[in-house]
């Protein structure tokens, strides 16, 4: 890379390169606001994918000012989405009822499958203790 002499053609060139992948992003983040909007119909979607396509950066800064306030409402209620099905999965694989889950840890210590110490540490791990 011969026209990278100084240290301000690569400050210049590593900035150029942040603008542009930022830049980037933000089309393909417009993009899937659009497809993930249930409000637009069909045409909509088809004109607004067809405007940054062709005039990129006037169409993302009308589309920002624009539609701004719902693209941050949907990103929100898919973040709750994402975070509910994530709270919901846990749930059923963690311990469902730490009654039940004792009793079959019993029923291990008294079949001498486990050890006292590993039923009192089962024990713990279902009523919530560190210890």
């Known amino acids: 890379m011969y026209f990278l002499n100084s240290v301000w053609d690569w400050f210049w060139f590593l900035f150029w390169m942040?603008?542009?992948?930022?830049?980037?992003?933000a089309l393909v983040y417009i993009?899937?606001?659009i497809f993930r909007d249930h409000e637009l119909n069909g045409?909509?979607?088809a004109a607004w994918t067809i405007f940054l396509?062709?005039?990129p950066f006037i169409t993302a800064l009308v589309y920002?000012?624009?539609?701004g306030n719902g693209m941050a409402e949907r990103a929100g209620r898919k973040q709750r989405e994402y975070q509910e099905y994530s709270e919901e999965y846990i749930r059923s694989v963690s311990f469902a009822n730490p009654a039940d889950e004792i009793a079959k840890a019993k029923a291990l210590l008294d079949a001498g499958t486990i050890t006292q110490g590993e039923f009192e540490a089962i024990k713990n791990k279902a009523i919530g203790n560190k210890y």
Do not use: C, G, M, Q
């Open 64 to 67: 920002l000012i624009a539609r």
């Open 43 to 45: 045409w909509a979607k």
């Open 18 to 25: 942040f603008a542009y992948v930022a830049y980037i992003f």
């Open 53 to 55: 396509i062709f005039v």
């Open 31 to 33: 993009l899937i606001d």
